[in-house]
C-alpha cells in the first residue's frame, strides 16, 4: 500500500501559529495542525479547505503551500504531508473535535508535544522562522 496523502494548515494570525490537541485515538494528546487525509480524486487544496471547515468551522480563501515531506511511522505507516500557510479566511475559530487549541509563538512550537510527522516543519519553523 502507497503513502497516504495528508494536507494540514498553518493558520497565522498576528505573527502566531494555531495549533490543536488531539482527543482520543491513535496520538491522543499529541499536538498537530489542523488538516486530514486527501479523499481519491480529491485536490489538496480542496481537502484542506474541507477539513478546516469540519474542524474549525471557518472557510478558507487562499492557502500556500510551503513545505512537504514524507513520514513513516513505527508500524510501517507512510504518509505523504503537504503543508500550507493560511493567513486569510472567514468565519470564527470554533473548536469542533479538538481536546485543546491555542494560538502559538512560533519559536514556542518545540515545547510541545507534536506528532512526529510535523517534527520537521516545527524545527524549521524554530531555527528559520515562518516560512511565506
Not at 496520538?27 to 489542523?34: D, G, N, R, V
Not at 506528532?115 to 515562518?130: F, N, R, S, V, Y
Request: hydrophobic letters at 40%.
Amino acid at each position: 500500500m502507497g503513502a497516504i496523502n495528508v494536507v494540514a494548515a498553518l493558520v497565522v494570525q498576528n505573527g502566531r501559529i494555531l495549533i490543536c490537541q488531539r482527543r482520543g485515538g491513535p496520538f491522543a494528546s499529541k499536538w498537530e495542525f489542523p488538516g486530514g487525509k486527501v479523499e481519491p480524486g480529491e485536490a489538496f487544496e480542496a481537502a484542506l479547505f474541507r477539513e478546516l471547515k469540519e474542524e474549525l468551522d471557518i472557510e478558507v480563501s487562499s492557502a500556500r503551500k510551503i513545505f512537504r515531506h514524507g513520514h513513516r511511522y513505527g508500524d510501517g505507516r507512510e504518509i505523504d504531508l503537504t503543508f500550507f500557510r493560511v493567513d486569510e479566511y472567514t468565519g470564527v475559530i470554533r473548536n469542533r473535535i479538538f481536546e485543546d487549541i491555542r494560538w502559538a509563538e512560533p519559536k514556542s512550537l518545540p515545547q510541545f508535544d507534536f506528532l512526529e510527522g510535523d517534527l520537521p516543519l516545527i524545527g524549521k519553523i524554530a531555527t528559520e522562522g515562518m516560512p511565506d
